[in-house]
């Protein structure tokens, strides 16, 4: 999916990327300050309820993860950034499943979760790479197709950066997660 910006004098098509990285308030921070980013939402991917609460998200039962919807300008920032940036924020997370830091549980399962071939031929090489350095130890983040990402409650969006958290671009300052 592809969204077009009208802003003279000229227009930008943005492309969508997805990512679930534990708790979205943080995840979504790390990308608003990349420049070339120019939205995000949270919300929650790949479950089998239509339209979930937060609540029944993290009941577990519902089978969705909280993700992040990035919409980015490829001609400032390529996709391959942007899962350089996911893997980095991911850090040790990446070898347990279902958890990120003290959040547990499937809602908090990390992946790529990719729009079209191109997006999965990248998202499966940096996998690749990361894979690489520490051979003996196993990756378990999803690279997986998005099949839905529903929208979280609005006062889930830009969470952190309404607690006081600067979003600036390039901005350097530790993520503290809850505000």
Known sequence: ??????????????????????CFWGVELAFQREPGVAATAVGYAMGDVPNPTYEAVCSGATGHTEAVKVMYDPALVSFERLCDLFWDRLGENRYAPNQVGNDRGTQYRHGIYYRDAAQRDVALKTFDVESARFPERKIVTEVLPLTIFYDAEDYHMQYLQKKGQSAKKNDEATIRCYG
């Open 1 to 22: 999916m592809s969204v077009t910006l009208l802003a003279p004098p000229c227009a930008t098509t943005l492309e969508e990327a997805t990512f679930a990285g534990g």
